[in-house]
């Protein structure tokens, strides 16, 4: 089934496309949900509204992207959401401490669920920053426009996720020398 | 600096990366998940829609009532503060024969004992000649007081500022007699210590309005606008005036009413003995507009058309007992010789109770016509209002399986008559010049015709209602 027919099925309210629509990309959403949010639980929450939003605005996709983009950035938006609504405070550093950060084979030798782990732990501002910018590829500029903080401020959320993966890679290194 | 690589080996990695979920995450609560968003909407749009109608019809309304009287409708006659005081020199008597020329309207005339003889006087009077073709001639042979003041009137017709009239106050005389001066020569013998009469002159049209606006005779001037209540009283005249001055006789009779009303009804039955038993909630939003007419002693007639939902969903269980045989068996072993054994079956019937359950629902969006009695009524200080109401009508849409305590019964596409009757009390509450806030708790007995059952099923649901109540 193509992405046109499945999101026709899907405007039609056919259930066969509706759950073919889930079955393709459920575990994907989650992924990213769990990247967001504080718990499994609040991800899983995070997963069903979003699908709820997907369904019911599927009508406004217009195939510019790929349907994956577009419920991803459906799914990031409603988490960005939840993260606003909590009012979480945001805080920024200084240009210098923003230079401190990984070097670019940190993650190399590590597996795909560690990273993940690692960026689940860190703390939510960190966390949100660091996923919009590494993994979702925007800019500070509209992550600051998404989140509602400025840009120096998103600069330097995503300074300290560095910080932060840095200490925990060190740490991963370490055990792993040790072992 | 900006890690580009790595973030994109991040994104590589992260991605495509699938994570499990719970079995309470699945494509059915995702889908039962939405209709209940759904049916959230289904009752508050209407809800919200009716709502925000009164809202923007009560905002019209204002609107156009404060636009209605605006000033400019009626033509202003604003007294002008200027004041002509003759000079000291100026005093003394007059005993000539003067000739002045009266410009414009006059609201009304008073009486006045001014300084007719002096020459400035006479001048300040000239130069309302422009603008009169009337002719006025007093003539005064008594020493006139220097209290007195003249006042302009500016007149409602004209934009020239000369084209005013005089008005002459007198404070011991206030109602003297009036008379008019038209296209003649006036001369008067004015007593010592007596008010001067010089003219009146009326102008029809606007004497028409302000007729509306003071009493009859013209003796009060009233402010016009609705903006200072306290300025817009109107003055009843006495005796053959009374009855068409009474202000209550231009009031309008008509209303016009909008309402929403909502309600529900919990429908329990813990009956061990009954074999289908329901419990489940009804719920019922009824919106309604009417035209209502004051046929006197607080009672109001009327009707109108009305839109209606009633839902309900809640769960059925039945019981049933089944009788069910068990038989056990024994081997028993007889030991007198030839020991032998016997395979005894035990039979025994007991009853057993099973138990199902389902989930049940039905809607029913109705519209009918209204036919409603009010009835306006005063305890201690606060307005109320006794509403009761017919509501005949049929179904737009029906759907589901309709409920009793003990029965369900499917109401699918039936096309059905209906009846309702609503009973309401609640304070009246005046939130602007002619619009009343009624707050009303309800009862409302729903009733349809199932065609297909040939009967009758009703119930009466409770809740609260809002009207707002307009006269036109």
Same mark, same amino acid.
């Given at each position: ?179 | ?65 404060? $636009?209605? !009287? *605006? %000033?400019? @409708?009626?033509? =202003? ?8 005081? +003759? /000079?000291? #020199? ?82 011991? $005389?206030? !109602? *003297? %007699?009036? @008379?008019?001066? =038209? ?8 007593? +010592? /210590?007596? #008010? ?277």
């Amino acid at each position: 089934m193509t992405e046109k027919e499945l999101v026709d099925g899907c405007i039609r309210e056919d259930r066969i496309c509706q759950r073919e629509l889930w079955n393709r990309y459920s575990k994907k959403i989650m992924s990213l949900c769990l990247r967001y949010c504080n718990s499994q639980e609040e991800a899983e929450d995070a997963l069903m509204e979003a699908y709820v939003k997907i369904y019911d605005n599927l009508a406004k996709f217009r195939f510019q992207s790929s349907l994956e983009t577009w419920m991803r950035r459906v799914a990031v938006n409603l988490c960005i959401n939840k993260i606003r609504a909590r009012k979480h405070i945001w805080s920024s550093i200084t240009e210098d401490e923003y230079r401190l950060g990984y070097t670019d084979d940190a993650f190399d030798n590590l597996q795909v669920d560690q990273i993940m782990k690692m960026v689940e732990a860190l703390p939510v501002g960190y966390r949100t920053v660091f996923n919009l910018y590494a993994i979702e590829g925007y800019s500070h500029k509209d992550i600051a426009d998404m989140l509602g903080i400025d840009e120096g401020t998103s600069r330097s959320q995503f300074s300290k996720a560095r910080k932060v993966l840095q200490q925990s890679l060190d740490k991963a290194e370490g055990g792993s020398l040790a072992s | 600096m900006e890690n580009q690589r790595l973030h994109t080996d991040l994104r590589n990695k992260l991605h495509d990366l699938e994570s499990p979920f719970n079995d309470r995450v699945s494509f059915e609560a995702v889908m039962e998940k939405r209709e209940r968003k759904k049916r959230r909407a289904i009752i508050w749009i209407p809800t919200f829609a009716v709502v925000a109608g009164l809202f923007v019809i009560g905002g019209l309304g204002m609107l156009w009532v404060s $636009t209605d !009287q *605006s %000033p400019e @409708k009626a033509p =202003q006659i604003t007294l002008s503060k200027s004041v002509y005081k +003759p /000079k000291f #020199a100026q005093k003394g008597t007059l005993d000539k024969t003067q000739h002045l020329t009266l410009g414009g309207t006059s609201a009304s005339s008073e009486t006045a004992s001014p300084e007719i003889g002096s020459s400035e006087f006479a001048s300040s009077i000239a130069r309302k000649r422009a603008s009169s073709s009337r002719v006025v001639r007093v003539s005064k042979n008594e020493t006139v007081s220097p209290g007195f003041e003249i006042p302009e009137i500016a007149s409602p017709e004209s934009t020239s500022p000369e084209s005013t009239s005089l008005k002459f106050t007198s404070p011991e $005389t206030p !109602q *003297s %007699p009036v @008379k008019v001066a =038209q296209e003649e020569t006036l001369t008067a013998n004015v007593a +010592p /210590k007596e #008010a001067v009469l010089v003219s009146n002159e009326v102008n029809l049209p606007a004497a028409a309005h302000q007729d509306m606006l003071c009493d009859p005779q013209g003796l009060k001037l009233v402010d016009i606008g609705i903006s200072d209540p306290e300025k817009t009283y109107v003055e009843i005249p006495e005796g053959e005036y009374e009855r068409s001055w009474d202000p209550e006789l231009l009031k309008s009779k008509w209303y016009v009413e909008m309402s929403a009303t909502t309600g529900s009804k919990v429908v329990i039955n813990f009956n061990e003995e009954d074999r289908l038993s329901v419990l489940g909630n009804m719920y019922h939003a009824n919106y309604h507009g009417l035209i209502l007419k004051d046929v006197g002693s607080g009672f109001m007639l009327g009707g109108g058309f009305s839109y209606g939902e009633w839902i309900g969903n809640g769960e059925w269980r039945t019981r049933e007992f089944e009788e069910r045989m068990k038989i056990d068996t024994f081997d028993v072993v007889v030991m007198i010789p030839p020991v032998q054994s016997v395979r005894v079956y035990d039979t025994t019937y007991s009853q057993v109770r099973v138990e199902e359950i389902g989930k049940i629902n039905y809607r029913i969006n109705k519209i009918a016509i209204p036919i409603a009695v009010r009835y306006n009524f005063m305890l201690g200080k606060m307005s109320w209002r006794l509403g009761a109401q017919v509501n005949p009508g049929m179904t737009l849409r029906t759907s589901g399986d309709f409920f009793g305590k003990t029965e369900y019964m499917p109401i699918q596409q039936q096309r059905m008559f209906t009846l309702d009757m609503k009973l309401a009390t609640g304070p009246a509450i005046s939130v602007y010049k002619d619009w009343v806030l009624i707050l009303e708790p309800n009862m409302m007995y729903q009733t349809f015709n199932d065609q297909v059952a040939k009967k009758t099923r009703g119930k009466t649901l409770t809740g609260f209602g809002v009207s707002v109540l307009h006269r036109f």
